[in-house]
């Protein structure tokens, strides 16, 4: 048997782990990661890549803890591109370094009232109509249209840029997780290898349900909230926003986020109160309703020629009461294991400095080591195929 060690095993490479790869090994922690699939491959490559400082919890005009808690994040993303953060990201490559959020007509005075709050000072800002982006320059467009501070990273080049600068320590390897009294003996690994850490940290996502089984940490519950994305591909205009209704000004009734296509397509992904819809639906049938939410919200734009999909996506959260969403992000340890859900793309990197936290806390303090090098005997960890690739490829 071929025995490996290191400070820090993270099995998950998803968003999360890769991010917590990077931040614990510029903070000099002897660290690893295991992905027993693609990397991206579930909820990273299933979001819609909105780095947002929460103003789509707002929208029934009042703040909620899950809108104060997120609202300095795309600062904390800014400061990483510009390689000022704990995680270097310069250069990383926006979809857009704008988003909006647009009515289907004029909102109420109590909302537009609340968005020009104090509290909302610099976070949404309503546009005039010689600053449209080009989607919503038609004059068929009568609602009203606000500039927010968020903005959208490709997904696929965070994950390229998170992998390529940890790329020798990545691996591809579904874990066995050995335990004893409720720790973590080792990972066992293929071909008859194993390797033991100081710490373990559980960051798979749906995957943690089952990886926590044995150890002091099993009963750290998870629940699932269900998605049915809907994706459209063509020569379409690209759009970034949130789609309020009149009716249900308190969530958006679609998010649109558009990526490019290998063949100079575009593609629109939509979430939103869509996609909450559309669970238990078939795709035709979603698709339908999709089409005539399109045609009632932006009747302008030629949908002729279009491709269409849908993709089925659970996201898997630290349980919480009533299954309601979760504020934060989760960190919860116990022995030499730590369980995380960053809960939402924009908070990895507050995921992260928990982990920080925790590591260099003096009750539970592990002190960096020296690195040592990588085990040229694991396979190293491939980029999977976006929702969009796999479905239009």
């Known amino acids: 048997m071929t025995q490996h060690s290191a400070q820090i095993a993270i099995i998950g490479g998803g968003i999360s782990g890769l991010w917590l790869l990077n931040s614990l090994r510029n903070a000099g922690y002897d660290a690893v990661l295991f992905e027993k699939n693609a990397l991206g491959s579930q909820q990273t490559f299933a979001s819609q890549g909105m780095i947002h400082g929460g103003i789509k919890y707002a929208l029934g005009g009042f703040t909620t803890p899950a809108s104060e808690t997120i609202a300095n994040m795309p600062s904390v993303w800014r400061a990483c591109i510009a390689g000022q953060g704990p995680v270097d990201l310069k250069n990383l490559s926006l979809l857009s370094e704008d988003y909006f959020l647009f009515s289907d007509g004029s909102l109420s005075s109590k909302v537009t009232g609340f968005f020009a709050s104090k509290s909302l000072r610099g976070r949404i800002s309503a546009l005039s109509k010689t600053d449209y982006p080009e989607v919503f320059a038609d004059s068929g467009f009568k609602g009203s249209l606000y500039q927010l501070q968020d903005i959208v990273i490709d997904t696929p080049a965070l994950i390229s840029k998170l992998s390529q600068q940890q790329a020798n320590y990545i691996y591809h390897a579904e874990p066995q997780?050995?335990?004893?009294?409720?720790?973590?003996?080792?990972?066992?690994?293929?071909?008859?290898?194993?390797?033991?850490?100081?710490?373990?940290?559980?960051?798979?996502?749906?995957?943690?349900?089952?990886?926590?089984?044995?150890?002091?940490?099993?009963?750290?519950?998870?629940?699932?909230?269900?998605?049915?994305?809907?994706?459209?591909?063509?020569?379409?205009?690209?759009?970034?926003?949130?789609?309020?209704?009149?009716?249900?000004?308190?969530?958006?009734?679609?998010?649109?986020?558009?990526?490019?296509?290998?063949?100079?397509?575009?593609?629109?992904?939509?979430?939103?109160?869509?996609?909450?819809?559309?669970?238990?639906?078939?795709?035709?049938?979603?698709?339908?309703?999709?089409?005539?939410?399109?045609?009632?919200?932006?009747?302008?734009?030629?949908?002729?020629?279009?491709?269409?999909?849908?993709?089925?996506?659970?996201?898997?959260?630290?349980?919480?009461?009533?299954?309601?969403?979760?504020?934060?992000?989760?960190?919860?340890?116990?022995?030499?294991?730590?369980?995380?859900?960053?809960?939402?793309?924009?908070?990895?990197p507050m995921l992260a400095d928990r982990v920080l936290a925790e590591l260099t806390d003096p009750k539970t303090m592990l002190a960096p080591q020296a690195q040592k090098g990588s085990y040229p005997e694991l396979p190293l960890a491939k980029i999977a195929k976006t929702p969009w690739e796999a479905s239009f490829d």
Not at 198 to 207: L, T
Not at 218 to 243: D, W
Not at 245 to 269: C, E, M, Q
Not at 306 to 318: C, G, H, S, V
Request: glycine share 6%; proline share 6%; with cysteine.
């Open 177 to 348: 997780v050995v335990t004893h009294d409720g720790e973590v003996s080792h990972l066992q690994l293929p071909n008859d290898q194993s390797l033991k850490a100081d710490r373990y940290i559980f960051a798979a996502g749906a995957g943690n349900a089952h990886l926590l089984t044995g150890t002091a940490l099993e009963n750290a519950k998870m629940q699932t909230r269900p998605l049915q994305q809907v994706m459209l591909k063509g020569r379409l205009p690209s759009i970034y926003a949130h789609a309020v209704s009149l009716k249900t000004v308190a969530k958006p009734r679609i998010t649109f986020s558009t990526h490019p296509a290998s063949d100079g397509d575009n593609v629109w992904y939509l979430g939103g109160n869509l996609a909450e819809q559309g669970v238990g639906m078939s795709a035709g049938k979603l698709i339908d309703f999709a089409k005539r939410e399109l045609k009632d919200l932006l009747p302008w734009v030629d949908l002729t020629d279009t491709q269409w999909a849908t993709l089925d996506i659970d996201r898997a959260e630290p349980a919480q009461k009533e299954n309601n969403r979760p504020d934060h992000p989760f960190l919860k340890c116990a022995g030499n294991c730590l369980v995380a859900w960053p809960t939402k793309l924009t908070l990895v």
